[in-house]
């Protein structure tokens, strides 16, 4: 249990590193001035999609951990091609939940005092044009996704490895 939380916090604070650097890179590369960086450089944005990427990549990688753990299924590079698409998935998943998020709140702060039914109609509406751009930012996050996945499935490897050398056995109990 204990090996459980080390790893859940150590993903964690990787996924949410790891996002946060993201979305800096997104903000250097597509919000050049004289643009407005007011949304992209709000602490609420870039605390949430860091807390996002956070659990996405616990969720992803934790199943990771576990094969890496086991001798029978400790394989260099089917561990790696996992950890890409892991890394591709934990990505694609928390921007995805990011811009769900974004027009959920674009919607209730524009349309506030409408019904429910109009209101519940505006959100379709405003998430066609925040989809719309946003799929530019989730297809060009993918080699970040990939050398994520890399390197976090790496740094399992390695620290599977060593701790099971340590121990002189496999640690299998990741529950």
């Not at 007011?38 to 616990?58: D, T, Y």
């Not at 199943?63 to 591709?88: M, Y």
Request: charged content about 10%; hydrophobic content about 55%.
């Amino acid at each position: 249990m204990r090996d459980r939380r080390k790893w859940l916090i150590t993903l964690f604070l990787y996924g949410a590193a790891a996002h946060l650097l993201l979305l800096r890179l997104i903000a250097h590369w597509d919000y050049r001035p004289p643009a407005n960086r007011g949304f992209i450089n709000h602490p609420l944005v870039n605390v949430g999609l860091a807390v996002l990427g956070g659990i996405s990549v616990c969720l992803f990688f934790l199943p990771l951990v576990g094969c890496a753990r086991d001798r029978a299924r400790r394989r260099t590079l089917p561990l790696l091609g996992l950890g890409i698409l892991c890394g591709i998935s934990a990505t694609a998943i928390a921007e995805q939940i990011f811009l769900i998020l974004c027009g959920a709140y674009l919607t209730i702060s524009m349309f506030s005092g409408v019904s429910l039914l109009r209101l519940g109609a505006m959100f379709v509406v405003s998430m066609i044009e925040i989809e719309t751009y946003g799929m530019f930012t989730v297809i060009g996050s993918i080699p970040f996704g990939i050398v994520e996945g890399v390197v976090a499935a790496a740094i399992i490897l390695l620290c599977t490895h060593t701790l099971a050398g340590i121990s002189g056995g496999s640690h299998t109990d990741i529950g």
